[in-house]
Each structure stands twice: as structure tokens, then as C-alpha cells.
T-cell receptor
Framework: NAGVTQTPKFQVLKTGQSMTLQCAQDMNHNSMYWYRQDPGMGLRLIYYSASEGTTDKGEVPNGYNVSRLNKREFSLRLESAAPSQTSVYFC???????????FGQGTRLTVV | GENVEQHPSTLSVQEGDSAVIKCTYS??????FPWYKQELGKRPQLIIDIRSNVGEKKDQRIAVTLNKTAKHFSLHITETQPEDSAVYFC????????????FGTGTRLLVSP
């Protein structure tokens, strides 16, 4: 019973490099989310996908793109990484009417 | 959009004391208020939640209260234990068929033996 799985767990990038964070859930949830967590800032929503085939911007979308590949997978792409994108990234999923959001284990990204 | 403020940012208590964390929200249409606990290096996990049609909810040593008129809600932990040490996040959302949660900035709770 894996729940929400993120890869990789750790990553160091140089400024300007690109990468994709992967997220997969095995709970058959319709909705998926990407958050970033910074000290003193809590969890801020980057993008979300209310259902397969739809994606929308959250609170802090600049510098990111997403793809809802299928119902299970929701990826986050950094096209040109910047030091300001150093953060811990969490993927989450949920399914109405149960409101609980289930989080992945996080990806710690450092941009140097 | 919704804005959630959380206080205090840090809270230190002695084992056995009670701890209270408070949050305020701005969107009067929000109707779902969960609390998440995040242990060091781990993922956030739901510990308790409350919907707008309820004023209080309890689960063993933890309880949440909601005042819709004042737009604030609180987490109460009684008889604190060292394993309660963690960062706690409040959140708010509208129930639109999915949960686009807006989180507070977190409270680091330290329970000393």
C-alpha cells in the first residue's frame, strides 16, 4: 500500500538546469496537487489537477509547469532552475467526498 | 483568495501541559478546516479536521474548535507528551468537489520532558 510516491527524494541542480519531479498515487484519487514548503512560509500550492485532463495554477506557479499524465501520475517540471526554487516539494492527492489530502514523502531540491 | 494566519510560530511546553494553536481565515465561504502534523523530515499527516457545521470536535487528547462568526479555529492538545513535538499546520478550503487547501505558516511545538 504505497499511497503517494515521489521521485527523486533529493536533488541538487545548477542554476539554469531543468528537471522533472515525478509523483504517482495508487489510491485512485481524482485530484492531485503540488506544494512547496519553505521555512516560515508553510505549504504553498504551486499547481493542482482537479481531475484527469485538467490543471490549474495555484498560489506560486511562476517558473513551473505540470503534466497530468494519467489518473495516477502528476509531474512538476522546472524548465530553468533558479536558487529561489530551492525548497522541499510535496505532491498530494485527494478524492471527494473524503476531504483528506494524502502527501508524498517530499523531494528536497537545492539549486546552486 | 483565502488567507490563513497561524499563531504562535513556536510553542514550548512542559510534558503534561496543554497546548493551544490558533488560526484565522479570511474567506467566509471556507467550510473545511484540517490540522496536519509534520514530524521532522516526514510528510504532513492529517490529525483532525472540522467542517463548518460543527463547533467542536474531539479525538482523545486533541480537539479543534471553530468560530465561524469570528473566522477562527484552534487546535487544543491536552496532557502533552514528547512525541507531540512536531510542526503543526492549520488549513482551510471550500468544498468544491476537491480540496484546494490553503495552509497557515505552521507552529513548531516542543514538549520538554
Amino acid at each position: 500500500n504505497a499511497g503517494v510516491t515521489q521521485t527523486p527524494k533529493f536533488q541538487v541542480l545548477k542554476t539554469g538546469q531543468s528537471m522533472t519531479l515525478q509523483c504517482a498515487q495508487d489510491m485512485n484519487h481524482n485530484s492531485m496537487y503540488w506544494y512547496r514548503q519553505d521555512p516560515g512560509m508553510g505549504l504553498r500550492l504551486i499547481y493542482y489537477s482537479a481531475s484527469e485532463g485538467t490543471t490549474d495554477k495555484g498560489e506560486v506557479p511562476n517558473g513551473y509547469n505540470v503534466s497530468r499524465l494519467n489518473k495516477r501520475e502528476f509531474s512538476l517540471r522546472l524548465e530553468s532552475a533558479a536558487p529561489s526554487q530551492t525548497s522541499v516539494y510535496f505532491c498530494a492527492s485527494s478524492e471527494a467526498p473524503v476531504p483528506e489530502a494524502f502527501f508524498g514523502q517530499g523531494t528536497r531540491l537545492t539549486v546552486v | 483568495g483565502e488567507n490563513v494566519e497561524q499563531h504562535p510560530s513556536t510553542l514550548s511546553v512542559q510534558e503534561g501541559d496543554s497546548a493551544v494553536i490558533k488560526c484565522t481565515y479570511s474567506d467566509s465561504a471556507s467550510n473545511y478546516f484540517p490540522w496536519y502534523k509534520q514530524e521532522l523530515g516526514k510528510r504532513p499527516q492529517l490529525i483532525i479536521d472540522i467542517r463548518s457545521n460543527v463547533g467542536e470536535k474531539k479525538d482523545q487528547r486533541i480537539a479543534v474548535t471553530l468560530n465561524k462568526t469570528a473566522k477562527h479555529f484552534s487546535l487544543h492538545i491536552t496532557e502533552t507528551q514528547p512525541e507531540d513535538s512536531a510542526v503543526y499546520f492549520c488549513a482551510a478550503s471550500r468544498n468544491t468537489g476537491f480540496q484546494k487547501l490553503v495552509f497557515g505558516t505552521g507552529t513548531r511545538l516542543l514538549v520538554s520532558p
